[in-house]
Nanobody, 123 residues
Framework: QVQLVESGGGLVQPGGSLRLSCAAS????????MGWYRQAPGKQRELVAH???????NYTDSVKGRFTISRDNAKNTVYLQMNSLKPEDTAVYYC?????????????????WGQGTQVTVSS
C-alpha cells in the first residue's frame, strides 16, 4: 500500500555534502512523523534526525549543526541535508514514516521503512 523510496546516497570526500530524499507513495491520508536512521557495519541502527508533521525536529548529538532535516507534507517527502561529512557518517541510511494513515483504513496507524541508501565518506 505504501512505499518509501530513498535517493541521494553515494560516495563523498570528508567535508563534502549530500542531500538525501525519501518520497512516500501510496494511498496516504497523512503521515505523523518522518525520520532518518542509519546503520554502520557492526553497529545498531540509530536515529539520526526526526521531524513531526508540524515541523518540530530533533537530532542525534553527533550530527547537530551539520545535518538538517526538512519535509514537504504536500509531497509526503522528507529530506536530509548533510554537510561537513565525516568518515564516521558512513552507513546505510534508512527513511522511516510513523503514524501513517492510509485512505482504506482510516482508523489504523502504520509505520513504514525505506530500503536504505548507502552513504560512504572517504578520501
Amino acid at each position: 500500500q505504501v512505499q518509501l523510496v530513498e535517493s541521494g546516497g553515494g560516495l563523498v570526500q570528508p567535508g563534502g555534502s549530500l542531500r538525501l530524499s525519501c518520497a512516500a507513495s501510496g494511498t496516504i491520508f497523512s503521515i505523523d512523523a518522518m525520520g532518518w536512521y542509519r546503520q554502520a557495519p557492526g553497529k545498531q541502527r540509530e536515529l539520526v534526525a526526526h521531524i513531526t508533521r508540524g515541523g518540530s525536529t530533533n537530532y542525534t548529538d553527533s550530527v547537530k549543526g551539520r545535518f538538517t532535516i526538512s519535509r514537504d507534507n504536500a509531497k509526503n517527502t522528507v529530506y536530509l541535508q548533510m554537510n561537513s561529512l565525516k568518515p564516521e557518517d558512513t552507513a546505510v541510511y534508512y527513511c522511516a514514516a510513523t503514524g501513517v494513515v492510509v485512505v482504506t483504513t482510516p482508523n489504523r496507524l502504520y509505520d513504514y521503512w525505506g530500503q536504505g541508501t548507502q552513504v560512504t565518506v572517504s578520501s
